[in-house]
């Protein structure tokens, strides 16, 4: 579950301060599938990389389960990223040089697991998300909508508490965008996540059972 | 994952691998080279003042020469009224004497007790070197009412001579180099090896015998048992050495006792040079500035001193190496190093999107240090083995071509030890240079590739961990 208490996040832009977030206040309870829309540059982005302790605000506290992420040290941040986050990015960020089982595996890297358990777990979850016979392939001979399985299967190989999507159907067509909502949505029902999607795109939106808006910077329900 | 992920990387960037790698291949490779024919030059220098010194003459003493000090002053030569044989009108004039060598001084031979006192010092021989000058040649002779007294004034330059324009007469002037030895084990002669006869004992001590040296004993057609004459004495030939470095002369034409040389050239309990063996290698320094505070009129030169008194080729491929060939190795090194520091620094800017989401799934920065470390140290070690490689391709084309190299004492070489006749032997030395890698070589090779690689990695780490994950996203956003 997150809760965030008056989270406020400013940037400096050379001599020019601008404000990314002010005051949010927000609880996200564990298993929730929330959507995030607003326009370009009101602050949603932001909001995800606070929730994906990949930032610290500048005011107000963050907390995730019994963590309070605005006030870890690095090393503890990344082990939250580590164990407890999974992240889906909108341009896939597959690692080129390493085949679809690899870069799962790069998400188990922390766990300093055994190779045969990591290779096991890796498959099983590129399984999960249906391509358990793509796992030799190399991101750049597999299509758009299996990349995003792929960065799926390597957020959840972890078994994550919460999983983060930064526009993950922007770079997909209808039909796969359709298939990959269905995957996420499939993969939040059965495993109890919460899932927090930051969107455009309405029809996407729509899915989630909360819809948020962020606009200059401010949170509204809708 | 480590090993599988930095193959992959580096088999992608092939072009950024094989630029680091080759960079550094060609620094390594020049630093082997360096050091093999730096340890080439060095072994020659070895083998030159072996020749020269003797083989383990750690350290030499020599009286400190002063301008006008020395043997080889003008000469001069008089001949009384009945000197001289006297047939057909025409007397034959020849006289012999030994003058200390040029540049040389001589120093009490209780110098050499001393020298044996001192802490670290394993032996100390005394040797006296000298020249042989004969003075000879043919004049009309002279009336019974007159008498001929001729002061004659020896050119200094060895083997000169020739009509005085007195009407007839004409005189020359042979010298060769003599060598009073007391020690076959310390010294010059510890660096000959016996071609035919004995060397000389103890027993010598007080007996008119001589060792000559081979190439001066060839040019003289001389021979065990024949004699030569030394001073105007008879000395009975015993032995005949050569250099045991092949290709270089000994250090005098002959050697006899040091209490006969001492005596003929009336220089008693007089030496001109002692040999010093220290006790080990590492106890060379303390030695000499144990000798210099003992003997401080003395000169005292270490091996080191030794070598630069070596001229010729030989010399200056030394200088060559010791100036310019380590500036240049360490600017070969360094551009190598900051090419690779460029590159990798390069590689973490362009792969920022990869390290930002790395680092989002929660790797730490100092796991994501380590694979930049890791290729780059890999990258290293591929260039030190190519730069190894190459570095042996191009010693053994340096033995395959041989170059010769002159080697000869300069002309201060009298401030340091036996010159004169060491001067016109060493002169003449020839040696071929032979490039060696040795294991240190090899080591130092594998140091620098390491050692680049982690410099490099060090940088293009830091780069890497100082890239927060979120501006690693934005900035392909």
Known sequence: MYTLTKVGKTYRQGQRTVTALKDVDLVIPQGQLVAIQGPTGGGKSTLLQLLGALERPTSGSIGLGSSVLSSLADRRLAKVRSHQIGFVFQGFNLIPTLTAQENVETALEPFRLKTDARRRRARESLESVGLGDRGGHLPAELSGGQQQRVAIARALVKEPEVLLADEPTGNLDEETRDDIMELLEGLWRDRGLTVVIVTHDTAVARRAERRLHIKQGRLTER | MFGTYLLRELANRRKQTTIIAIG??????????????????????????????????????????????????????????????????????????????????????????????????????????????????????????????????????????????????????????????????????????????????????????????????????????????????????????????????????????????????????????????????????????????????????????????????????????????????????????????????????????????????????????????GESLVQGLLGGALGIALGFAAVLAINLAAPSLTAGESPLGGLVGPSGPMTETAAETTVTLSASVTPIVLLLAVGLAVLGGLLAGAFGGWRAARLRPAEALRSVA
């Open chain 2, 24 to 373: 550094m291949a060609l620094a390594i490779a020049l630093v082997v080279v360096l050091n093999a024919v730096s340890a080439g030059v060095r072994e020659a220098q070895s083998r030159v003042l072996e020749s020269i010194y003797g083989v383990g003459t750690d350290l030499t003493v020599t009286g400190t020469f002063e301008p006008g000090e020395g043997g080889t002053g003008p000469q001069t030569f008089t001949f009384g009224r009945d000197d001289g044989e006297t047939a057909e009108g025409t007397t034959e004039l020849s006289q012999s004497r030994l003058v200390t060598a040029r540049g040389s001084v001589a120093m009490d031979a209780s110098t050499i007790e001393t020298v044996a006192s001192v802490d670290g010092v394993a032996s100390a021989a005394g040797t006296l070197s000298l020249e042989n000058m004969t003075f000879s040649g043919a004049m009309p002779a002279a009336s019974d009412d007159g008498e001929v007294t001729q002061d004659m004034v020896a050119p200094a330059v060895p083997g000169t001579g020739g009509a005085d324009g007195a009407g007839g007469s004409e005189f020359g002037v042979d010298t060769f180099s003599v060598e009073g030895v007391d020690s076959v084990e310390v010294g010059p002669l510890s660096a000959t090896e016996l071609v035919d006869g004995r060397m000389l004992e103890d027993s010598d001590a007080g007996a008119p015998v001589a060792v000559l040296d081979q190439t001066y004993a060839s040019s003289e057609d001389l021979a065990v048992g024949d004699t030569v004459t030394i001073a105007g004495e008879e000395f009975e030939v015993v032995g005949i050495v050569a250099s045991a470095t092949a290709d270089a002369a000994t250090a005098s034409d002959a050697y006899i006792p040091l209490d006969v040389a001492q005596e003929l050239a009336d220089l008693d309990d007089q030496v001109t040079t002692v040999y010093v063996q220290a006790d080990s290698a590492s106890s060379v320094d303390a030695v000499s500035t144990a000798l210099e505070s003992e003997l401080p009129d003395a000169t005292v030169s270490t091996q080191a001193d030794l070598a630069s008194n070596v001229s010729g080729s030989l010399s200056t491929a030394s200088t060559l190496i010791a100036n310019l060939g380590a500036w240049l190795s360490l600017l070969v090194l360094a551009a190598a190093f900051l090419l690779a520091i460029l590159f990798t620094i390069s590689g973490v800017t362009r792969r920022t999107r990869e390290f930002g989401t790395l680092k989002a799934i929660g790797w730490s920065n100092g796991r994501i240090v380590r694979q930049v470390a």
